[in-house]
């Protein structure tokens, strides 16, 4: 006997319980799911667009311009901002970068492509929560703007700190 509950009847709502909280959250009781027309909206009410072309948007936040790519179909999405020319990096710079990527840059991370090192948040575009795009955008800004000095993306530091 558990409380006043024998074990079977314990059992059988702990069961119910844990069933109906896997169901809620697999069918979407949490939040429905994120689409393109809805992320759009939820950037374009915190940054000024530049320019839209297929799917790729380019917005301007407080002087950063942040380019948001999409994949419906492979149901990704990337917030994505130009931070310095590759070229212009040291080797000391790459390993702050790969420190902070660590404990400092949280959601948003530091990356290199194409010649340019970029302040980046990928995802899954369905999963994706508002809330979190708002996040995500915020972080991509700070990152452009703390490196070289804290090259944090928030307030908060998760982790070691090396520095």
Do not use: C
Not at 18 to 42: F, I, P
Not at 101 to 129: I, M, T
């Amino acid at each position: 006997m558990i409380g006043h509950l024998h074990r079977s009847q314990f059992n059988s709502a702990v069961g119910i319980k844990l069933l109906a909280v896997l169901l809620a959250t697999s069918l979407g009781a949490y939040g429905q799911e994120m689409d393109l027309k809805a992320l759009k909206l939820a950037l374009a009410q915190r940054a000024v667009v530049v320019e839209e072309n297929n799917n790729v948007v380019e917005y301007d936040l407080d002087g950063v311009h942040i380019y948001l790519i999409t994949d419906e179909s492979a149901n990704r999405m990337r917030l994505m901002a130009g931070v310095i020319e590759q070229s212009k990096l040291k080797q000391q710079d790459l390993v702050k970068l790969m420190e902070a990527n660590f404990d400092r840059a949280l959601d948003a991370k530091y990356a290199l492509s194409n010649g340019v090192l970029w302040s980046v948040f990928a995802h899954p575009l369905r999963e994706l929560e508002k809330e979190q795009v708002v996040d995500a955008l915020y972080q991509v800004k700070n990152l452009v703007n703390n490196y070289g000095s804290t090259y944090t993306s928030t307030d908060f530091v998760f982790g070691g700190n090396d520095n």
